[in-house]
């Protein structure tokens, strides 16, 4: 007759401490750039509303000055 599963600990009790996420790393490791300016909330908002907005001025600046001059 099969064994009850319910009655087996769990898989992650029976593995090793091997799982990186278990791993600790220096304290003085150097954070990546990307990841200090991906990390700040404040600084994407930013970015997400100037782009956007600095890009769609250009465009409509040099769809102005595309239009030929009336006569």
Do not use: C, S
């Not at 091997?18 to 750039?33: F, G, I, S």
């Not at 930013?46 to 600046?61: C, K, Q």
Request: avoid cysteine; hydrophobic fraction near 45%; proline fraction near 13%.
């Amino acid at each position: 007759m099969p064994t009850d599963h319910r009655r087996q600990p769990a898989l992650a009790a029976q593995q090793p401490e091997t799982d990186p996420m278990n791993e600790t790393h220096p304290k003085d490791e150097k954070v990546p750039l990307m990841q200090q300016l991906l990390d700040n909330p404040f600084l994407l908002l930013f970015l997400g509303v100037m782009i956007p907005m600095v890009v769609y001025t250009l465009w409509g600046v040099i769809d102005i000055l595309t239009i030929p001059l009336a006569q």
